[in-house]
Structures are given as structure tokens and as C-alpha cells.
């Protein structure tokens, strides 16, 4: 056996190159990890959401989109939107692709209705949008049971800025 791996010895790579091909390929495995399984969590109870060109400012960077769900398209390759709607909102959202849509009952707990469609094995991307600072929390302590990250879309003037939240707690 040391005798066959004596003669293979010239042709395998020096440690030295092993390392940096084992660092490529943990680097390749996570942006594909990461790109790969995230879905977007969007609340829309009234018609908001509307195509308005708009500058949009994220980790000093600044680009032109029409609204935020072509916004998160192209920072998260292969995102699946899950949306959450009410009976007003529901035509806006019905035609349009790689989504899910959830009708919800505005008049009962929102967050409740949320959770029971979501996973604990799956990654998310939850956008903080047009909601009451109570509601904000109980979306963000969801964070205890899922791996979710967090986006909030603050309009100032023309510039809408883009803020990108970690979950509150983290599962050890």
C-alpha cells in the first residue's frame, strides 16, 4: 500500500495547493448554500408595493430598481417568495411566478398565521416593511425557532435605504 502511494506521490498536489483547493471549494459550497435556499417572507395587506423606480442604497452601493421584490431577486439567486396577503391585495400578486401565495385574515394575529407555514430546516429572508413596531418584534423573536435574516426597506427622500438585520438569537 505505501508502495502505491510512494509512485502517486509526483502526480498528487503539495499541501500547500490542497489547502487553497479545500478553501475554494468551502467558499463554492457556501455561496451555493447560501443562494440556494433561501425563501423571502412578504407581508401585504394593503396595496403598497407599487413599481416605482426608485434608488435603492445597500452595503454602499446604490442601483436603480423598480421595487423591492426586484430588489431582493438580485441579491438572493434562487429566492422563493412566500407572500402573505389579504383579500385586497391577492390580484396584485396572482400571476406572478416563483412564489407562493398565503391569503391571511388581517383581523387576526398575523404572526401566528406566518409561522405555521414556515419550516424549522429552511433558511429565510424576512422583509420588515410597513409594520407596527410591536408587530416588528414578534417577527423578530421568531428568530429563536427559524434561521431567519431580516430586511428593512427605509424610504428618505427618492433613496430608499436597505438595512440587513441578523436574527436576534442565535441556535446553539
Excluded: W
Amino acid at each position: 500500500m505505501l508502495e502505491i502511494l510512494n509512485d502517486l506521490k509526483p502526480f498528487l498536489p503539495s499541501k500547500k495547493e490542497q489547502a487553497k483547493i479545500i478553501a475554494k471549494l468551502k467558499k463554492e459550497t457556501k455561496s451555493k448554500q447560501e443562494n440556494k435556499y433561501h425563501e423571502c417572507i412578504l407581508i401585504s395587506l394593503d396595496a403598497r408595493m407599487k413599481s416605482n423606480s426608485a434608488k435603492y442604497t445597500y452595503e454602499n452601493k446604490s442601483k436603480k430598481y423598480l421595487n423591492e421584490r426586484d430588489f431582493i431577486k438580485k441579491y438572493y439567486k434562487n429566492i422563493k417568495f412566500n407572500i402573505f396577503c389579504s383579500n385586497s391585495t391577492y390580484k396584485q400578486f396572482r400571476k406572478t411566478k416563483n412564489q407562493n401565495l398565503f391569503l391571511i385574515d388581517s383581523k387576526k394575529d398575523i404572526v401566528s398565521q406566518v409561522a405555521r407555514k414556515m419550516d424549522t430546516n429552511k433558511k429565510y429572508l424576512f422583509v420588515l416593511n410597513n409594520q407596527k413596531t410591536s408587530k416588528m418584534i414578534e417577527f423578530l423573536n421568531l428568530s429563536k425557532l427559524y434561521d431567519i435574516d431580516f430586511l428593512e426597506f427605509k424610504k428618505n427622500k427618492s433613496e430608499i435605504k436597505v438595512d440587513k438585520l441578523q436574527g436576534l438569537f442565535r441556535i446553539i
